[in-house]
């Protein structure tokens, strides 16, 4: 189900349609979408005392708000540069044995008055939010992050204008907020997984040439903490290392989770598994989603893409000030000051203890606004549609099954090739899991900001989410995190053929008809090749040799797309020398396009080319060849060219065999 809005954006109708097709086209929030308050009474830090007594408010289950009493132990004045904490034990009997839940961050904490009636929920001025903890203790004790720092992060709002100053009133949202400016992130954190994994280059060929495409590699950093003392490790990570509590995310399987873990933790997000029928973007029968405030001590969730599914990170609201403008998470979200994220109600199903950092079950209830601030002390919303969405349409074909998914994922640099991933592994596993034994074929069309179109290919057996991890989200990633600018999704279609077998040849040998031809000769050749759990089979392939080649020995080659891809590294290097985002455009094009079901023969050319910059000038005679190559600069390269023909296959191809050709003129 669509995670509704209770408003949007007058012309924006692609955004209306993807929140909520009956949503009415308004740009003020309906009723009970923001109540309007009074400015909650506070204690500033300074004013803080070791014993003082209070409590604070979350969400345990479905929309309650509850109370549990907290104590302050003491007062840290130098947690960061200018920066203070305060830490609380909490006596709760279910914290106690829960320790710090993944949820509750940026619930509120109260501290009452000397002489003040101490009833749990009631009086009191707020401190802050319950934000970093630590994990595998024997009692509860939390960090709380001082309301006036907050505060300073809600005021960061651009004095709540309206989002068209920057978007040029075409469609409401921000153009230059979710922007991560961090180059490549994505693909060192699939990188970096994989060494951890022990992943060869077969897994992700694909991934090592766009990283290296953007200027990234191996163990690089992939991406900044606004505080980086406090790291980006999950709070079950380390024993007595104290963190920000990382914000849940309820995804539908283990394998799902494994495989979107190392790309979402380093960005303070826990993909976890939810128990069958939790999945819903919508609360359970009998809560009413439109009723559902946002107030202190409730669900804030921030929907990352819904439709057919919700894919959403929960925290915990602090306080609403009298403009409707929200604070919450008592700690940043992703950190990069300037946000565009839907802001939205959500429930708790129940708190799932565990032996390391119990976390909060939930979902998204009505989307309510957008988080515009997201920075060390707290993120901060207003009531106002301020964000974008990419539709996303995904069409699995199982056997006799053939099921449509639709989606709307949140335009965010670092986040939407994570998302995009999740939505497709999640539509090609509702029904069922994936047979052991499987081949799956992937084909569609993605659309980028200035009507950028990526034919999408792929074939892949055994079909596996990691597998179509690694070969979704280094595409996305490159288009959004490269060095020269962020370029969004705007649409993607999808269709997902599985076949209940392993369709796959390896490349055995080969062996040619002729192994001396001259020059305008074609070669003609018969492959070996070796079908998954089938007898051996032969594929007959043929190559003219270019009329002007020369007399003496080459190389020819006969394999897989790893093959054509470690060719087209190796000779045109020049190519990865992008000045552009459309340099970077026609790369991921060129690299998407060499397909894993098709059987590629290259013949190995002399290096006579002239490159200048990325203009080849291929096939030179020597004379102006090396009168180019003598010019005084750095641009000019050499380039070997090669002949290819591609024969597509009904099987995805593994392996390459090479052998010498003789050229001789009669």
Not at 273 to 296: F, H, R, Y
Not at 453 to 465: E, Q, S, T, Y
Request: hydrophobic share 40%.
């Amino acid at each position: 189900m669509p995670v509704p809005s209770v408003f949007a954006t007058p012309g924006d109708a692609q955004t209306a349609v993807a929140l909520d097709a009956k949503a009415v086209a308004t740009s003020e929030p309906a009723a009970g979408a923001v109540e309007v308050r009074q400015l909650s009474p506070i204690m500033p830090l300074d004013q803080v005392r070791v014993g003082m007594k209070g409590y604070g408010m979350s969400v345990f289950h479905g929309t309650k708000i509850e109370p549990f009493p907290v104590e302050v132990i003491s007062v840290q004045r130098d947690f960061a540069p200018k920066r203070g904490v305060i830490w609380i034990r909490c006596s709760d009997e279910r914290m106690q044995k829960s320790g710090p839940v993944q949820g509750m961050s940026g619930s509120p904490i109260y501290l009452w008055d000397q002489g003040e009636t101490q009833e749990p929920g009631k009086g009191g001025k707020m401190i802050g939010a319950f934000a970093f903890g630590f994990a595998w203790t024997k009692d509860c004790y939390a960090g709380v992050q001082p309301i006036e720092l907050m505060r300073e992060t809600g005021a960061k709002i651009d004095n709540m204008k309206s989002p068209d100053d920057k978007s040029g009133g075409k469609t409401g949202a921000r153009s230059d907020a979710g922007r991560s400016r961090v180059i490549g992130a994505s693909l060192i954190d699939l990188m970096n997984h994989a060494e951890k994994e022990g992943l060869d280059e077969r897994a992700i060929w694909r991934t090592q040439t766009f990283a290296k495409l953007v200027g990234v590699k191996r163990n690089d950093t992939a991406g900044g903490e606004a505080w980086p003392q406090l790291g980006t490790t999950q709070l079950a990570g380390v024993e007595g290392q104290v963190s920000r509590l990382m914000l849940p995310m309820s995804v539908s399987s283990a394998s799902m989770a494994k495989a979107l873990a190392p790309l979402l933790e380093p960005m303070g997000i826990s993909p976890m598994q939810a128990p069958a029928g939790t999945m819903a973007g919508l609360p359970p029968p009998g809560v009413d989603a439109k009723a559902i405030k946002l107030e202190p001590g409730s669900v804030l969730s921030i929907p990352l893409a819904f439709g057919d599914m919700d894919l959403s990170a929960s925290g915990t609201v602090t306080d609403v000030l009298p403009d409707g403008r929200v604070l919450g998470f008592g700690h940043p979200m992703f950190g990069m000051g300037d946000s565009a994220m839907p802001m939205a109600t959500g429930y708790v199903h129940f708190v799932v203890p565990r032996m390391s950092t119990a976390f909060k079950l939930g979902g998204s209830g009505v989307i309510h606004g957008t988080i515009l601030q997201d920075d060390a002390a707290a993120v901060a919303g207003a009531p106002k549609i301020a964000f974008k969405t990419a539709p996303v349409v995904v069409h699995v074909n199982f056997g006799k099954s053939k099921k449509t998914y639709k989606y709307s994922v949140v335009h965010h640099d670092r986040m939407t090739p994570s998302l995009v991933a999740a939505v497709v592994i999640q539509s090609l596993t509702a029904d069922q899991n994936l047979p052991t034994e499987n081949t799956l074929r992937l084909k569609g069309v993605a659309t980028f900001e200035g009507d950028r179109k990526v034919d999408l290919n792929a074939c892949m057996a055994p079909g596996l989410d990691q597998r179509l991890m690694f070969e979704l989200v280094p595409i996305f990633a490159t288009m959004a995190q490269n060095q020269h600018g962020a370029v969004g999704l705007t649409a993607l279609e999808l269709t997902l053929d599985v076949t209940e077998k392993i369709e796959q040849m390896a490349v055995m040998g080969v062996r040619v008809d002729k192994p001396i031809v001259e020059p305008g000769e074609t070669i003609k050749a018969t492959v070996m090749l070796q079908p998954y759990g089938q007898e051996r089979v032969t594929q007959r392939v043929e190559i003219k040799v270019p009329e002007s080649l020369a007399n003496g020995k080459y190389v020819l080659t006969i394999g897989d797309a790893r093959m054509l891809n470690r060719m087209l590294m190796m000779n045109r290097p020049h190519l990865m020398q992008t000045a552009s985002v459309d340099d970077v455009y026609d790369m991921v094009k060129m690299i998407t396009a060499i397909r894993q079901d098709t059987l590629y023969t290259v013949l190995q050319l002399p290096p006579t080319g002239i490159a200048v910059g990325r203009q080849e000038l291929p096939r030179l005679p020597g004379s102006k060849r090396a009168l180019i190559a003598s010019a005084q600069d750095t641009i000019t390269t050499h380039f070997a060219d090669w002949v290819q023909v591609d024969t597509p296959m009904k099987a995805a191809i593994g392996g390459d065999v090479m052998m010498e050709i003789e050229v001789k003129a009669k």
